[in-house]
């Protein structure tokens, strides 16, 4: 125990951890700011992971202006990738292999749309990362995307590369970019139908046979079926 003369203040102060102060990452704030002057109301929001990353959010319309800003402003002209999400719960839950498919365990399957850094509106978002490489600094690009088919510009003419992303995006997402030198599918045949990446397109594979380990139970080494069988007799 204390003894009485011991200041009160002291043992408040003494029991308090030091907080640390924030992180503030002067490069990655100017970069947002200056993205977000040149956008204007194409700029939705952002997130700065300090020291390691940044997220950039824009609409629809702003995506492909973002693309030359990054790449003639910034120095971004190493393409990474490009592709897109859909944020939407899937209809089918998640085949046979989990608590919330089975509705005697009364668990809640999620029906409301979640989104990741630097938030979302949209069912369907842009995602696409480029690098300068002499800054050191990348920045990753979403973009919310308008109706159930979106169309937007391609960013071809600023990266070449995004050719082949845009086409797969396309394809597994239905998800069309104007301006596309060949908008053609890159792996499923012409007249297929549906666009597999999307929550709401059946893995019908999935319902004729589960996912592999949930059935297909080996037994353990030493273990053989009479023996396994005169066990379960004896309990």
Known sequence: ??????????????SIEPQEEPIIDEKREAFVASIKQDL?????????????DVWIR???????ETAKILFEKHGMNFFNFLSAIDWKPSPFGREMDAAIDNVDDEVAVETE??????????RFQLLARVHNPVANMGVNLK????????????WTPVYP?????ERE??????????NHPNMVNLYLPTEFEGHPLRKDFPLLSRRAKPWPGI????????ENDDETEESGEET
Do not use: C, R
């Open 215 to 222: 059935v297909d139970v080996e037994l353990m080494p030493g």
């Open 1 to 14: 125990m204390s003894s009485p003369d011991t200041n009160a203040e002291e043992i408040i102060e003494e």
């Open 113 to 122: 749309m979640e989104w990741g850094v630097a938030g979302g509106e949209k």
């Open 40 to 52: 204007g109301s194409g700029f939705i929001d952002s997130h700065i992971d300090p020291e390691i």
């Open 58 to 64: 824009v609409t629809q319309e702003a995506w492909l």
């Open 161 to 165: 590369g995004a050719n082949w992303h």
């Open 143 to 154: 973009a919310d995307l308008e109706g159930d088919f979106p169309e937007v510009d391609t």
């Open 169 to 178: 995006v396309m394809e597994m997402f239905g998800i069309s970019f104007k």
